[in-house]
């Protein structure tokens, strides 16, 4: 069954440091989402990308993360620098016109 | 701003017995609202959705009833097993774009 693929799936950081994850969407996927979870709440939208273009990236503190689909495929989020309020679950989906969002496991940040 | 809501925090169920989640969105504009399961740990997992167009869609063993009247969706579970217990999660918004989550329910099945 094609999942949605993500790395590190846990992560500790040092508050300032920069720190990465990557996301592979199920093949064929044109839209892809970034998503950050506090414990004890729902997902909420980081960024959204259709292929490689980036539609929605209103909730982004663009001052310290940023987001990149190069090829329209697998995509990168990078927090830099990390701040101890960055700990959350970052979790990827993506989608295709007629299905639902399929998420990945996530990658645990904790920054310390 | 737009947001969706569950009613209670926790509901805890004896196995076997049916479970009811509620929810309650602001957003009239929504047309898709959708499901989500999620266990510790692990990313949410899709259950069931519906269409603004309906008013009722059914599952294996789950429901989802619609009122846009009240602004209220909910989730039903029959003959709730211990696999059930997860942090159950709606989500409202336009299929193929930004989805605004609720808070979630934690749900917990007694043997």
């Known amino acids: 069954e094609a999942e949605v693929a993500q790395s590190p799936r846990y992560k500790i950081t040092e508050k300032s440091q920069a720190v990465a994850f990557w996301c592979d969407p199920i093949?064929?996927?044109?839209?892809l989402y970034w998503y950050r979870q506090i414990l004890g709440q729902g997902p909420e939208l980081l960024v959204q990308?259709?292929?490689?273009?980036?539609?929605?990236d209103s909730q982004l503190p663009k001052d310290r993360f940023s987001a990149e689909r190069l090829k329209g495929v697998d995509s990168t989020l990078k927090i830099q620098p990390a701040e101890l309020g960055d700990s959350a679950m970052y979790l990827c989906?993506?989608?295709?016109?007629?299905?639902?969002?399929?998420f990945g496991q996530g990658t645990r940040l904790t920054v310390v | 701003g737009e947001s969706v809501g569950l009613h209670l925090p926790t509901l805890s169920v004896q196995e076997g017995d049916n479970s009811i989640i509620n929810c309650a969105y602001s957003?009239?504009?929504?047309?898709?609202f959708i499901w989500y399961k999620q266990e510790s740990g692990k990313g949410p997992q899709f259950i069931i959705d519906?269409?603004?167009?309906?008013d009722k869609r059914q599952g294996q063993r789950v429901t989802v009833l619609l009122n846009k009247t009240v602004k209220h969706l909910s989730l039903q579970i029959a003959a709730t097993q211990p696999g059930d217990s997860a942090v159950y999660f709606c989500?409202?918004?336009?299929?193929?774009?930004?989805?605004?989550f609720g808070q979630g329910t934690e749900l917990s099945v007694k043997p």
């Open positions: 519906i269409r603004s167009n309906m």
């Open positions: 989500a409202g918004g336009n299929q193929g774009g930004k989805l605004i």
């Open positions: 990308f259709q292929d490689e273009s980036v539609v929605d």
């Open positions: 989906a993506s989608s295709s016109i007629n299905t639902e969002a399929f």
């Open positions: 093949s064929g996927h044109a839209t």
């Open positions: 957003n009239s504009a929504s047309d898709y």
